[in-house]
T-cell receptor, first 114, second 114 residues
Framework: EPEVTQTPSHQVTQMGQEVILRCVPISNHLYFYWYRQILGQKVEFLVS????????KSEIFDDQFSVERPDGSNFTLKIRSTKLEDSAMYFCASAGPGSNQPQHFGDGTRLSIL | QKEVEQNSGPLSVPEGAIASLNCTYSDRGSQSFFWYRQYSGKSPELIMFIYSNGDKEDGRFTAQLNKASQYVSLLIRDSQPSDSATYLC??????????????FGAGTQVVVTP
């Protein structure tokens, strides 16, 4: 069964550094998402991406964050100048084609900021 | 602030019994509803989705939706120890400008006891 793949599984970074989290969505999906889950808390929406542009973003997704689909398969989340509070699990999800399709999640990247 | 509420649990269920999980949501315009299972330290795994009022069955799982009362539930029949996990209720607004942002509840922890 097709799946969303994320790399790396665990990223440890010094505070203030930049990180790039990578995702390969399911091949025929058209909608792409990033969520995060701080330990012990809810899964939170960060951003949705469709037709090569951001469709919606949450209050969390400020200028520190950016997303990109650099080629036909990868979908990346860049976090600049990381802060301690950015430590969380980051999940990529994809859905579609068609609206209201269920979102399938990757295994996540555990980001640890030191 | 749109909310999705779930009892945190833990919900202790004897093996072979039925587990009943409930979820309420505040946004009356919500159109699509999803149940995800999340094992500790893992990513959300899609279990069920439901769009219309009534029941939807898939194997041992039944999702029930009542839009008038703004609740959605999940029944797990013949519960197995492998069903022990946190079950996340997720709600999609379904409007054309929402692009599938999911609002998650905090999850209900289910413990199936042999």
């Amino acid at each position: 069964e097709p799946e969303v793949t994320q790399t790396p599984s665990h990223q440890v970074t010094q505070m203030g550094q930049e990180v790039i989290l990578r995702c390969v969505p399911i091949s025929n999906h058209l909608y792409f998402y990033w969520y995060r889950q701080i330990l012990g808390q809810k899964v939170e929406f960060l951003v949705s991406f469709y037709n090569n542009e951001i469709s919606e973003k949450s209050e969390i997704f400020d200028d520190q964050f950016s997303v990109e689909r650099p080629d036909g398969s990868n979908f990346t989340l860049k976090i600049r100048s990381t802060k301690l509070e950015d430590s969380a699990m980051y999940f990529c999800a994809s859905a579609g084609p068609g609206s209201n399709q269920p979102q399938h999640f990757g295994d996540g990247t555990r980001l640890s900021i030191l | 602030q749109k909310e999705v509420e779930q009892n945190s649990g833990p919900l202790s269920v004897p093996e072979g019994a039925i587990a009943s999980l409930n979820c309420t949501y505040s946004d009356r315009g919500s159109q699509s509803f999803f149940w995800y299972r999340q094992y500790s330290g893992k990513s959300p795994e899609l279990i069920m989705f439901i769009y219309s009022n009534g029941d939807k069955e898939d194997g041992r799982f039944t999702a029930q939706l009542n839009k008038a009362s703004q609740y959605v539930s999940l029944l797990i029949r013949d519960s197995q120890p492998s069903d022990s996990a946190t079950y996340l209720c997720a709600v999609h607004e379904g409007t054309t400008d929402s692009w599938g942002k999911l609002q998650f509840g905090a999850g209900t922890q289910v413990v199936v006891t042999p």
